[in-house]
C-alpha cells in the first residue's frame, strides 16, 4: 500500500469587503466559495459597515473577517482568492475604488511573505479599523508576527479612528 502523505492544516485570517451591489449577499457568496474551495471556516466575525478607506468618494462597506483552516500554499490560497472574487464579479479598476467583494490575506499562520505581488501579514492590517476591529473580535490574542503585538494592542494603537459598527 502506497503511504498516504499528510496534509497540514494552516489558520488562515481573511478579510472579506463589499460596497457594490448586495454587499450582504457578496459577502455570503464569497464565505460559501471559501468554504468549497479553500477550506473548513473555523470562526467568523460579525458583518460590519465602515466608511471606505483610502478613496472616500464612494459608498460604505461591509467588513469581516474569517479564520479558515486551509492545506493550500500561500500562492495557491492567493490565487484561488482571486479565482472567487472574478467569480463574485470583482473587477480590478482603481486602488481602494468600489468593488463587489475584496478578499485580503490578513494572516497565514505565522508565516512572513515578501513576495513579489503577495505581502503577508497584509502589509496595512495594523492600520485599519475596519480590519482590526472583526480580527480582534474572533481572535484578540493572535500576535502580528512582524510586530509582535497582539492584535488588540494594534488596534489601542491604531491612528484610524474611523466608524466600525457592528450589524448582526
Request: one cysteine or more.
Amino acid at each position: 500500500m502506497e503511504p498516504t502523505s499528510i496534509k497540514k492544516y494552516i489558520n488562515v485570517f481573511l478579510g472579506l469587503g463589499s460596497n457594490v451591489g448586495n454587499r450582504a449577499a457578496n459577502l455570503n457568496g464569497a464565505i460559501e466559495l471559501i468554504s468549497k474551495n479553500i477550506g473548513k471556516i473555523a470562526k467568523k466575525s460579525h458583518i460590519y459597515e465602515t466608511q471606505p478607506w483610502g478613496n472616500t468618494e464612494q459608498e460604505p462597506f461591509l467588513n469581516m473577517v474569517l479564520m479558515a483552516n486551509t492545506t493550500l500554499d500561500p500562492r495557491d490560497l492567493l490565487d484561488k482568492i482571486s479565482k472567487i472574487e472574478r467569480e463574485l464579479g470583482r473587477q480590478h479598476s482603481e486602488k481602494w475604488g468600489p468593488r463587489s467583494i475584496d478578499i485580503d490575506i490578513l494572516l497565514y499562520g505565522k508565516r512572513i511573505i515578501r513576495d513579489k505581488g503577495l505581502e503577508i501579514p497584509h502589509p496595512d492590517l495594523h492600520k485599519r479599523a475596519f480590519v482590526l476591529v472583526p480580527l480582534m473580535e474572533i481572535a484578540p490574542d493572535l500576535e502580528h508576527p512582524v510586530l509582535k503585538k497582539q492584535i488588540d494592542e494594534l488596534y489601542i494603537v491604531c491612528d484610524d479612528l474611523s466608524d466600525v459598527v457592528m450589524l448582526d
